[in-house]
C-alpha cells in the first residue's frame, strides 16, 4: 500500500471528522452566526471530500485505500475502504452535499428554527460517507443508522406539522425495517464463522439457499431506503416534510447511497450471480419506473410530485442493474458492462438533476409560500432565473436531448436492445417487456414535467402569493444554475463520465465499457458504430443551428414589431386565471386511461339544475392501492395486538419474574432441539 492510497481514505475520514465536528459547532454558536458557518463549512468540506474522491478515481482507479480504526468490533475494528466503486457513489454524496450547502446559505436564513436542522444537517453527510467508505459489516450498519436517524430528524425539523409528524414515524419504522434486513443479510453473509469484516466474506462463497436469502434481503434493506415499490411508501410523505436542501440531499443522494448498499452486496459480495436473480430486479425496476411516474402524474403538490419521480428513475436505475446481472450470469461481459454503466450513469445524472429540481421548488416555496401547483402560475415572470434553471431540470429529467437525462436513458435501451443475446426463455420475453415499461416511463415523465412547468410557471397567477413572487436569493441562484450548467456539459460531453466510471464498472462485472473519449468527434459508441452511436455535441448544434435560423427567418418575414393583446379568456368578458387549465385537468386524460384500474380514481360532478346560480362541482377520489391492501392491515393488526399487549406493564414483580423464567426455558428447548 503506497502512502498516496493511503492518505486518499485517511482524508475522507477527516472530512467526516470535520463534519461531525460543524455539528457539534452549531450547537455552540449563535442563530446568525452559526448558519453560514455550518453551510459554508460544509461546503468547504465537500468540496474537499469530492476533491479527493475524484483523484481517486481518475488516478488510481483500480487500485484501493485502506484504514483500520481501534472501534467498532474487538477482533476486526472499524475499516474502511476506499476503491473505485466507494469513488463513484463518493462523487455523488459530496457533490450533492457541496451543491445543498450553497443552496442552503441562503435558503437557510429563512428557516424559523434553524436549530433543529444545523446539528443534524452536518451529522447527515458524515453518515452518508462512512456508509459507503464502511468496509466491514459492522461500521456499515453504525454508520447506516446514523444516517437515517439523522435524516429523521431532519424531517421532523418542522414537528408542528401533523403530516411531517406521521411521515416521520413511517420513515422510522421503514429505516428500522431496511436496516434489520440489512443485519439479516449480513449475519448469512458472515456465516457461522463471524467474519465480518468483506474481505472475509469475499472469502466465502455462500450456498445456493443463502445467496437467494440475502439477495431477497438486500432487495427489503436497500430497497425500502432507495424507494423501490411497495417499499416507497415512506419516501412521498418524508422528502416533502424536510427542508428544500434536505429533501434534495435525501432524493438525489440518499437513495443512491441505497442503491451503493445493494450494489456492494449483490455484486460484489455475493459472488456469482444466479440466472433468476436478473428476473427480480427486472420485475421490480420495471414496475418502479411505471407506478413512480403515474403517481407523480397524479400530485399538485411540487414536493410530493418530484419524491414520486425519484421512485420512478430508482426504478430506472434497477432495470439497468437487472440488465448487468442478467448479462453477467450469462458470461456477456461487454453487454454486462453497458447495462452497468448505464445504471451508474443514472445514478449520477439522477443526483443533478433532482437536485436541481428541489432547489427549484425550494425557491418557489421561499418566495410564494406555496407548493401546490393550482394556486402558482405565470412565475416566468416574476423569477425568470430560477425558471429557467427549473426548466433545464425538467428537460433533463423528461430524457429529452442533449441533457444528460437523454444519454444514461439511451445506453438503457441499448442495453435492452442486447436482450436477444441472452439464452434464457423468460429472459427472453421479460426484458422487451421491460423495455416497453421503460419507453412509457419516459413519456409519461415528459407529460408530468411539461404540465408541472406549464402550470406552474406558465400562464397568469392563480393566487396573491405567485402574484408578488420576487426572484430567490443569489446564493440559491448559484447553486441552482452551476447543476444546471452539470446537467447540459454532461449530456453534451457524457463520454467524460463514462469513461470515468469505467474502473467501477470493470470492478463490477469484470471489464468497463470502450473508451468513449477516443471515438472521433467525442461520439459515444456503445457497442459498435455499425449498430448505434450518439453525439451530443453534435445534437446541441443542431438544435442551436436550426433554432436560430427559425428565429431570423421568422423575424424577416415579419414583423419586428411587439404586438400585446388581451389573452384569450374562453369568450368570457373578463379575464381570470381560473379559465386557465389546471394540473387536475392537464393529468386527467392520462388519469381516466391508467389510474381508474390503479388507483381505484373516481370522479364525480354535481351539476346545479336549470336557472339554479350555485356553481358546479368536480370531486376526484384516488386511493393508493399498495398502502391500504399492504400497509394498513399490517398497521392495524399491529396496534390491535399492541393493545391486547398493554395491560403487561402493568403485572407484578412476581409474574414478570415467572415470564422472564418461562421465556429461559423455551430457549433452552428450542437450542436443545437445534442442536
Given amino acids: 500500500m503506497t502512502l498516496l492510497s493511503q ?72 475499516r474502511f475502504r476506499l476503491d473505485a466503486l466507494s469513488a463513484v457513489f463518493l462523487v455523488v454524496v459530496n457533490l450533492g452535499g457541496a451543491a445543498a450547502s450553497l443552496f442552503a446559505i441562503g435558503y437557510g436564513r ?45 424531517v421532523m425539523a418542522r414537528h408542528r406539522d401533523p403530516e411531517n409528524r406521521r411521515a416521520g414515524y413511517i420513515y422510522l419504522l421503514m429505516a428500522s425495517f431496511g436496516a434489520l434486513c440489512l443485519l439479516l443479510a449480513f449475519g448469512l453473509l458472515a456465516g457461522p464463522g463471524g467474519g465480518y469484516s468483506f ?80 428476473l427480480l430486479i427486472l420485475f421490480l425496476g420495471g414496475v418502479t419506473a411505471v407506478l413512480g411516474i ?99 431540470g425538467c428537460i433533463a429529467i423528461s430524457a429529452l436531448p442533449p441533457l444528460n437525462g437523454f444519454a444514461s436513458e439511451w445506453l438503457a435501451f441499448q442495453a435492452i436492445l442486447l436482450s436477444p443475446q441472452l439464452d434464457a426463455p423468460a429472459l427472453k420475453i421479460l426484458v422487451p417487456a421491460i423495455g416497453g415499461l421503460l419507453a412509457l416511463a419516459a413519456a409519461l ?35 441552482m444554475f452551476i447543476l444546471a450548467a452539470l446537467c447540459v456539459i454532461v449530456g453534451v460531453l457524457p463520454g467524460l463520465v463514462i469513461d470515468a466510471i469505467a474502473p467501477a464498472v470493470r470492478a463490477m462485472v469484470g471489464a468497463p465499457m470502450p473508451s468513449q473519449l477516443a471515438q ?35 423575424h424577416r418575414l415579419a414583423s419586428r414589431a411587439l404586438r400585446r393583446a388581451p389573452a384569450w379568456d374562453g369568450g368570457y368578458p373578463e379575464p381570470s386565471p381560473a379559465t386557465q387549465y389546471t394540473a387536475g385537468s392537464f393529468a386527467q386524460p392520462i388519469r381516466r386511461v391508467f389510474a381508474s384500474i390503479i388507483f381505484r380514481a373516481r370522479e364525480q360532478v354535481t351539476m346545479p339544475p336549470p336557472g339554479d346560480m350555485a356553481p358546479a362541482r368536480f370531486r376526484l377520489e384516488l386511493h393508493d392501492p399498495i398502502w391500504e391492501t399492504v400497509y394498513a392491515p399490517i398497521a392495524g393488526v399491529i396496534g390491535f ?20 423464567f418461562l421465556a429461559l426455558v423455551g430457549l433452552l428447548l428450542v437450542l436443545a432441539v437445534w442442536i
Fill in 7 to 78: 492518505t486518499t481514505v485517511e482524508l475522507v475520514l477527516e472530512c467526516v471528522a470535520a463534519l461531525i465536528g460543524l455539528s457539534i459547532l452549531s450547537i455552540a454558536a449563535g442563530r446568525r452566526l452559526a448558519t453560514s458557518v455550518v453551510y459554508a463549512g460544509c461546503l468547504v468540506v465537500c468540496l474537499l471530500g469530492l476533491t479527493v474522491a475524484l483523484a481517486h478515481l481518475l488516478g488510481a482507479g483500480d487500485a484501493s485505500s485502506t484504514a483500520v480504526l481501534p472501534l467498532g468490533l474487538p477482533w476486526i475494528g472499524a
Fill in 110 to 154: 429563512h428557516e424559523d428554527e434553524p436549530q433543529r436542522v444545523l446539528p443534524f444537517y452536518p451529522a447527515f453527510l458524515a453518515g452518508m460517507n462512512l456508509v459507503v467508505l464502511a468496509d466491514d459489516a459492522f461500521s456499515f450498519l453504525v454508520a447506516w443508522e446514523f444516517m437515517s436517524l439523522s435524516s429523521w430528524a431532519l
Fill in 199 to 278: 474481505d472475509a466474506v469475499r472469502a466465502h462463497t455462500p450456498t445456493a439457499v443463502i445467496a437467494a436469502l440475502v439477495l431477497c434481503l438486500a432487495v427489503l434493506g436497500a430497497g425500502s431506503k432507495a424507494g423501490l415499490v411497495p417499499l416507497h411508501v415512506w419516501l412521498p410523505l418524508a422528502h416533502p416534510a424536510a427542508p428544500s436542501h434536505v429533501s434534495a440531499l435525501m432524493s438525489g443522494v440518499m437513495t443512491k447511497v441505497a442503491i451503493y448498499a445493494f450494489v456492494r452486496i449483490v455484486f460484489d459480495l455475493l459472488g456469482p450471480p444466479a440466472p433468476w436473480w436478473s
Fill in 294 to 392: 403515474l403517481y407523480a402524474l397524479m400530485q399538485t403538490d411540487m414536493k410530493r410530485m418530484l419524491a414520486y419521480s425519484t421512485v420512478e428513475n430508482v426504478g430506472i436505475i434497477f432495470i439497468g442493474l437487472g440488465l448487468g446481472l442478467a448479462f453477467k450470469a450469462q458470461h456477456l461481459t461487454w453487454a454486462a458492462a453497458l447495462a452497468v454503466t448505464a445504471a451508474l450513469f443514472h445514478v449520477f445524472n439522477h443526483s443533478l438533476f433532482k437536485s436541481l429540481l428541489f432547489f427549484g421548488a425550494g425557491a418557489v416555496q421561499g418566495a410564494t409560500g406555496e407548493r401546490d401547483l393550482e394556486r402558482l402560475g405565470g412565475l416566468i415572470h416574476r423569477m425568470p432565473q430560477t425558471a429557467f434553471a427549473i426548466l433545464i
Fill in 445 to 479: 415523465t415528459a407529460a408530468a414535467f411539461v404540465r408541472a412547468y406549464g402550470v406552474g410557471f406558465l400562464g397568469r397567477p392563480r393566487s396573491s402569493a405567485a402574484q408578488t413572487a420576487q426572484e430567490t436569493d443569489r446564493w440559491s441562484l448559484a447553486a
Fill in 520 to 554: 472521433p468527434w467525442l461520439s459515444i459508441v456503445p457497442v459498435a458504430e455499425s449498430r448505434s452511436s450518439y453525439n451530443g455535441l453534435l445534437v446541441l448544434l443542431f438544435i442551436a443551428t436550426s433554432a436560430s435560423l427559425a428565429a431570423v427567418t421568422i
Fill in 641 to 660: 395486538v399492541a393493545d391486547r399487549l398493554n395491560h403487561l406493564q402493568f403485572l407484578t414483580i412476581r409474574v414478570y419474574l415467572s415470564l422472564v
